[in-house]
């Protein structure tokens, strides 16, 4: 099993800052992509940035060149968002891909983070 717990959510200013941390505990050993997902008031969940155990990422169109994705290995990811947009308002997920000696993955979620960008 593999646990996630985001945190850095909060209110935000348009054009400002934040950080979201995401801490996974468990089978880390196992963890190979990791992300970050979001969901809107009223919207599906959507792909916001995705890392993979080699460290590359890619980004939804909507935030590249304004978010980054990092890792420290398997245990704590990162999502620095900057110039933030009303638009960006939504709960922020981590998600986290395990692979068994199977071949088989599981995908992991955490209860996610609420960001508001508002004035």
């Known amino acids: 099993q593999v646990q996630l717990v985001e945190s850095g959510g909060g209110l935000v200013q348009p054009g400002g800052s934040l950080r979201l941390s995401c801490a996974a505990s468990g089978s880390i050993f196992s963890i190979d992509n990791m992300g970050w997902y979001r969901q809107a008031p009223g919207k599906q969940r959507e792909l916001v940035a995705v890392?993979?155990?080699?460290?590359?990422t890619s980004y939804a169109d909507s935030v590249k060149g304004r978010f980054t994705i990092s890792r420290d290995n398997a245990k704590n990811m990162y999502l620095q968002m900057n110039s933030l947009k009303p638009e960006d308002t939504a709960v922020y997920y981590c998600?986290?891909?395990?692979?068994?000696?199977?071949?088989?993955?599981?995908?992991?979620w955490g209860k996610g983070t609420l960001v508001t960008v508002s004035s």
């Open positions: 998600n986290a891909v395990r692979v068994l000696s199977s071949g088989s993955r599981i995908n992991y």
């Open positions: 890392i993979t155990s080699g460290g590359s």
